[in-house]
Nanobody
Framework: QVQLVESGGGLVQAGESLRLSCAAS????????MGWYRQAPGKQRELVAQ???????DYADSVKGRFTASRDNAKNTAYLQMNSLKPEDTAVYYC?????????????????WGQGTRVTVSS
């Protein structure tokens, strides 16, 4: 069974940094695009950053210049380096990935989501 597991969230003060990790595991053939989303209380989930399998990145305007997405394809792991954090960055952060793998022996390509990791930025 393929799964994504995030880690690295926590409580920090404004201006500080955090690094999130998202590790894919299971019967994986390839990991295609990976994305980071966040959902603040009372708000819809929004795309924060995405990175293709060859490392091309795109960011939401609100995090450009502060957040950096990267990945280690050998480890099937994506990272989100978050600098100069602001209180408005407070949210649960989710990892998403399009993964080609095997489920119950059957080849599938589909999106997977992690369980989320909470980031709280105090002012």
């Amino acid at each position: 069974q393929v799964q994504l597991v995030e880690s690295g969230g926590g409580l920090v003060q404004a201006g500080e940094s955090l690094r999130l990790s998202c590790a894919a595991s299971g019967s994986i053939i390839s990991v295609n695009a990976m994305g980071w989303y966040r959902q603040a209380p009372g708000k819809q989930r929004e795309l924060v950053a995405q990175i293709t399998s060859v490392g091309s990145t795109d960011y939401a305007d609100s995090v450009k210049g502060r957040f950096t997405a990267s990945r280690d394809n050998a480890k099937n792991t994506a990272y989100l380096q978050m600098n100069s954090l602001k209180p408005e960055d407070t949210a649960v952060y989710y990892c998403n990935a399009e993964i080609a793998g095997r489920e119950l022996g059957i080849f599938v390509v589909r999106d997977y989501w992690g369980q989320g990791t909470r980031v709280t930025v105090s002012s």
